[in-house]
C-alpha cells in the first residue's frame, strides 16, 4: 500500500496585479507542509489579475490575462524546485496560436513543466473565447500516476474513464465555482473511483467561511494496487 499527502488550497480571487498576486501565493505556500507530495491550486485563479487594467469592463476582458503567462510560469518554477514539491498550479488562461485555452500546468521538482488543456468548457468560458483541448495525460510523478481533469471535466464520465484507462491513480482537480453547490459538485464521486483511483479538488473559496482558510486540510490518500 502506498500512501500520497496532497495540499488543496483555497485561494480567494481578489484584485490587483501580479506583485500583489504574488505576494499571496507565497503566503499560502508558507502554509503548506513541507512534506505534501502535491500541491493544488484552483482553476484560473488568476482570473483577478484582470483588475490590474482599469479599463476592464467585461466578462470577454478576461482574455487579456495572457499577457501575465511568462511571469506565472517563473513564479511557480521557481516554487516548485525551490521547495522540491510537485505543484499543480491551477489553470490560467493562455494564448497558442490565435486560440486561447484554459491550462493546468504541473510543476515539478526537476524543473519541467507538464501541461493539460481543459478537453471539455463549461458554457460561460465561450464568453471568453476558450478553445477546447483534445488530449487527456497521465503523468508518473512523485509517488502515484497522476492525471489533471479542470472542474468541468470531471462531469465527463469518460474524462475519468480514459484518465483511469490511462493508468491514473490521482486525478487532481482544480476548480473555479461560484457557489456551494458548485464547489460540491464536481467533488462527487467520479467514474475514477469505480476504477480504484483517487481525486482532489481545490476551489478559489468564494464564501466568507473559506476566506479566513486559504489552506484546506492536507489530505492522505491511500490506495492499494492487485
Known amino acids: 500500500m502506498r500512501t500520497a499527502k496532497i495540499s488543496a488550497c483555497q485561494f480567494p480571487i481578489a484584485r490587483g496585479g501580479f506583485d500583489e498576486f504574488q505576494t499571496r501565493i507565497e503566503a499560502t505556500m508558507a502554509e503548506v507542509p513541507r512534506d505534501s507530495d502535491y500541491v493544488l491550486f484552483p482553476e484560473l485563479f488568476t482570473v483577478g489579475l484582470v483588475t490590474s487594467y482599469p479599463d476592464a469592463s467585461s466578462v470577454a476582458d478576461l482574455i487579456r490575462i495572457v499577457e501575465f503567462t511568462p511571469r506565472y510560469r517563473e513564479l511557480f518554477h521557481r516554487i516548485a524546485t525551490s521547495r522540491k514539491q510537485l505543484v499543480l498550479a491551477g489553470s490560467h488562461l493562455e494564448k497558442h496560436g490565435d486560440l486561447y485555452f484554459n491550462v493546468a500546468h504541473l510543476f515539478t521538482p526537476e524543473g519541467r513543466e507538464l501541461t493539460h488543456k481543459k ?5 460561460a468560458e465561450s464568453q471568453w473565447q476558450t478553445t477546447e ?10 509517488p502515484a500516476k497522476v492525471g489533471v481533469a479542470i472542474c468541468y471535466e470531471t462531469e465527463i464520465p469518460e474524462v475519468c474513464r480514459i484518465l483511469a484507462y490511462k493508468g491514473a491513480e490521482v486525478i487532481l482537480c482544480p ?18 473511483l469505480h476504477n480504484r483511483g483517487r481525486r482532489r479538488t481545490a476551489s ?6 473559506f476566506d479566513s482558510q486559504p489552506l484546506r486540510p492536507a489530505v492522505e490518500s491511500k490506495w492499494h494496487r492487485g
Open 119 to 123: 478537453t471539455h468548457i463549461f458554457p
Open 133 to 142: 483541448g483534445d488530449t487527456l495525460e497521465v503523468w508518473d510523478v512523485g
Open 175 to 192: 476548480s473555479f465555482t461560484f457557489s456551494e453547490a458548485g464547489f460540491w459538485r464536481p467533488d462527487l464521486p467520479c467514474p475514477l
Open 204 to 209: 478559489p473559496g468564494l464564501w466568507p467561511q
